[in-house]
């Protein structure tokens, strides 16, 4: 930032209610464009007054301030909250120990130094898979329409943190293989999504070995008197998919509420038609099963681009309350997100004898309900930033199938309930400009695993089939405790942290199991201590740098020990001796500005990840025998073990440049790599190479941006041979590479009216993401309306 011979002090740039902290908001010079961002605590170094050239202070979600020539600036800069939440997720290439605020990880960063700035959405994303995946920086996998598996840096589903509001949503069922949750948040109502990339073990505790995606809804403001209200309607030609969204915020000087629904339709997806990879039946839907006077039937499906049973509706709600409390500000939280049935699209592909092998396969109703309350305050006296968030959580998983030709329909319910409580303190300057954060957090998981089955003519309901889960209940127990600090060398930044964490489960079968198993119970208890050292380099007005050593410790849950589960002729039994993993991961980072960070930018970051005692599933024994008669087919016996060493690495390369006062291009690509170093064979989930260009022009009152989203081939030799990248959803040679050409434009008609329109996979490409078992979108049109009064 300029003005920097002028005397300066630090200054908080805070939330319109002078109380919550913006972290990493940028202050920026019109004139030079220097830039400097704030802290965790939203702390900068900032004049007593603007004298000269006029300062701009930015964040995501926030109004821009500015600060013209003569202004005082206060101790507390408070901004306001942009009228319309923004689309937004946030890539950081960073280690967040070095950043993370001790009050929360709702104080994560938004903006730091070698972070290109967010991927801008102007349509709004038909579920917040989609707005990871239209980043270009991280891949999405998906097994249904109804889904999105993320993934980063090789690492997938339970070894992927995902945070909503300060609240985990890892739960002790989140399985290794493909996971689905991230669809049940509403992207309608998301003020931002983080995701932080690499080992965050420090300040989340277990499950972020490969990252953490943290979504972050809008909150009510208060301090003022208004009402606002926010509507959406949108339409999407692929799936013949609409949505409506309608929020409803309510301030007044002491209080503010946020009312928002959302209902959202899917339609059978259809896939494009340009076959560029050369195979002309990859992902037809030649057939379908049909029930027709009481008989299974085999019909021709009249449009074989239409993936058919895979649409699916959804229905969002939240509500906030937010409101001054002694010393601080309380916010009340509450969401539910249900869905109808929901189609396993991949399932549909297995065939028996030449006949489709299942009539029905779907998952039901997904339900997620979330309650929380978060306290966030200041003891002035001794100048300590607190934050304390309780949480309840209900998350409702069933799995429902039927055999081609069977009147048997078989029904998998799990209930699992986790009660969370997180405690923080943070100080600035407790010794010689060190900043000190502290905290501890824990959770308790109860799982209820029951199944049953049912004849579809006569009704006639059997309560004694075999469970995913063991039958006799599961708990799983974590605790935490964290220390932090992070100190300012003259234009460096050294950052460091500990961790201990604790984790235990317990698992108890009863005799009733049809799989005999050599043990009635599993119970395990563990500790870890992980850690964090990274440093912040300012190596002139052109480059900056970062450096992070770091650690990261998963405990195995009950989804890993206990599970009984069976696909494409392997059946997955528990083992009740399983142990920790643990990632200790090392990361480079540079980044080049040319006239500031608004005219030019090129980030390069490099990661290397030993990943020690990696649970991964492999064929084994039970009783002495190979194989296990389950769910009426004889299949191979599998279980996952502690393998004893991989490695991953990967390169991310990232950059923007200001062509034009009004184009912009951007663009982002990542190379991963990894293999298994105890059996040599490749690692699952590694995902090709794979990324995002951009060009965008903005103007007053209207937006354009065109962008392709790509992937490169990956050859069938390096997927894993432990079945889970899903190899037989791909060509026999693999996934070959594919690219879309995607448009989007916004229009403002009226301050209170914009219109958004675009066009996806404009070539019509037919491809389908690494390891996913429904294929992309084919063209479509996409057109939504917004209104705000």
């Known amino acids: 930032m300029a003005q920097t011979d002028l005397p300066t002090r630090q200054v908080q740039i805070t939330d319109s209610d002078g109380l919550t902290p913006i972290p990493f908001a940028v202050v920026l010079n019109k004139r030079t464009h220097a830039a400097q961002a704030a802290d965790a605590d939203g702390v900068v170094p900032m004049p007593f007054e603007v004298k000269g050239d006029t300062l701009v202070v930015r964040s995501v979600g926030y109004m821009d301030l500015v600060l013209a020539p003569g202004d005082h600036v206060p101790d507390r800069v408070r901004m306001v909250n942009d009228l319309v939440s923004l689309d937004v997720a946030e890539i950081v290439t960073e280690n967040a120990a070095s950043r993370v605020s001790a009050m929360s990880v709702q104080s994560l960063v938004s903006r730091n130094f070698g972070v290109v700035p967010p991927v801008r959405r102007m349509e709004v994303p038909s579920t917040s898979a989609e707005l990871l995946w239209s980043t270009g920086s991280v891949l999405v996998q998906q097994s249904q329409q109804g889904g999105g598996s993320p993934v980063l840096r090789g690492f997938e589903a339970n070894r992927v943190l995902l945070v909503v509001d300060g609240v985990r949503m890892n739960n002790a069922i989140y399985r290794s293989g493909h996971l689905q949750n991230s669809v049940t948040i509403d992207p309608q109502v998301l003020a931002q999504t983080e995701v932080l990339l690499g080992p965050n073990s420090v300040a989340f505790g277990s499950d972020a070995l490969g990252g953490v995606i943290h979504y972050r809804t809008r909150e009510p403001s208060f301090g003022t008197r208004r009402t606002r209200v926010n509507a959406t309607t949108a339409f999407r030609s692929p799936n013949s998919g609409w949505s409506g969204h309608a929020d409803v915020e309510i301030a007044r000087q002491h209080i503010g509420l946020l009312t928002s629904v959302t209902r959202s339709h899917f339609g059978d997806l259809r896939q494009g038609t340009r076959r560029r990879h050369g195979d002309m039946t990859w992902g037809l839907v030649n057939e379908y099963v049909a029930r027709l006077d009481g008989v299974d039937t085999v019909l021709v499906n009249e449009d074989p681009d239409v993936q058919l049973r895979s ?119 407790v010794w010689r400009d060190i900043w000190v954060g502290t905290g501890f957090s824990g959770a308790w998981n109860t799982v209820a695993s029951e199944a049953w089955s049912e004849d579809i003519v006569t009704g006639l309901r059997n309560d004694g089939e075999e469970t995913r889960y063991p039958n006799g209940g599961s708990t799983m127990r974590t605790l935490g405790a964290y220390l932090t600090a992070r100190k300012h060398i003259r234009n460096h930044v050294v950052s460091g942290g500990a961790r201990y964490s604790f984790a235990g489960l317990d698992c108890q079968y009863d005799s009733s199991r049809f799989v005999e198993l050599p043990f009635d119970r599993i119970a395990s208890a563990k500790g870890a201590v992980t850690g964090s050292l990274s440093g912040q380099w300012y190596l002139g007005r052109a480059w900056t740098a970062f450096t992070t050593a770091s650690s990261g410790f998963r405990h195995p849950n009950v989804d890993d020990v206990g599970k009984v589960f069976e696909k494409d002729g392997l059946v997955t039994v528990p083992n009740d001796s399983l142990r920790p993993e643990y990632v200790y991961s090392v990361e480079q980072g540079v980044t080049w500005n040319a006239g500031g960070r608004d005219l030019a930018q090129i980030s390069l970051t490099g990661f290397q990840s030993w990943w020690l005692d990696a649970i991964v599933p492999t064929l084994a024994t039970l009783n002495g025998d190979t194989m296990l008669w389950y769910a009426g087919d004889s299949a191979r016996i599998q279980t996952n073990i502690n393998a004893d060493r991989a ?78 990248d899903n190899a037989d959803e791909a060509l026999p040679t693999g996934t070959p590479n ?52």
């Open 311 to 429: 649409g699916y509706d959804q229905i969002d709600l939240l509500q906030k309350v937010r409101f001054a409390a002694p010393g601080g500000t309380m916010t009340l939280n509450a969401q539910y997100s249900t869905s109808s049935n929901v189609p396993r699209y991949d399932m549909f592909d297995d065939r028996k004898d030449g006949q489709p092998k299942w009539a029905e396969w779907y998952y039901g109703p997904q339900e997620r309900l979330m309650a929380s309350a978060h306290y966030r305050g200041v003891i002035s006296r001794f100048n300590v930033q607190t934050a304390v968030t309780g949480s309840f959580q209900r998350i409702g998983e069933d799995r429902i199938n039927r055999r081609f030709g069977s009147d048997t329909r078989y029904h998998q319910e799990e209930t699992v309930d986790v009660w969370g409580l997180t405690v923080s303190a943070s100080k600035p300057r």
């Open 647 to 724: 490695i991953i690495r990967g390169v991310r390369l990232e950059g923007r440049a200001k062509l034009f006062p009004r184009i912009q291009v951007e663009g982002a690509v990542n190379w991963t790599f990894g293999r298994n170093t105890a059996a040599d064979t490749p690692l699952a989930h590694i995902p090709p190479m794979f990324g995002r260009v951009s060009a965008v022009y903005e103007h007053r009152w209207l937006s354009v941006q065109v962008y392709s989203l790509f992937n490169g081939a990956k050859p069938i030799a390096q997927y894993s041979p432990d079945g889970e």
């Open 738 to 789: 594919w690219f879309t050409l995607n448009a989007e434009s916004s229009v403002q008609l009226h301050d209170k009216l914009q219109v958004r329109l675009g066009v996806r996979n404009l070539l019509d490409e037919h491809y389908r993401v690494f390891s996913s078992g429904i294929s992309g979108a084919g063209r479509g049109f996409y057109a939504s309306l917004h209104a705000a009064f």
